[in-house]
């Protein structure tokens, strides 16, 4: 099984601050990138300024 760790995913969504907490392998910007496009992808909105940090 892959290691994971928590992250959170800081991201605007249509210019509204957000963010996650999900699993992931690397913590890169483009994992985070199609982790949050998987949430938001299909309806359109626009998500920009990704950044990754691991949670406190």
Same mark, same amino acid.
């Given at each position: 099984?892959?290691?994971?760790?928590? $992250?959170?995913?800081? $991201?605007?969504?249509?210019?509204? !601050? !957000?963010? @996650?907490?999900?699993?992931?392998?690397?913590?890169?910007?483009? @994992?985070? !990138?199609?982790?949050? @496009?998987?949430?938001?992808?299909?309806?359109?909105?626009?998500?920009? @300024?990704?950044?990754?940090?691991?949670?406190?």
């Amino acid at each position: 099984m892959d290691q994971t760790t928590k $992250y959170v995913i800081k $991201y605007k969504l249509n210019d509204e !601050r !957000r963010f @996650e907490f999900a699993q992931l392998k690397t913590g890169s910007k483009e @994992e985070a !990138r199609a982790v949050l @496009e998987a949430m938001h992808g299909q309806t359109g909105d626009v998500i920009s @300024e990704v950044r990754v940090s691991k949670p406190l």
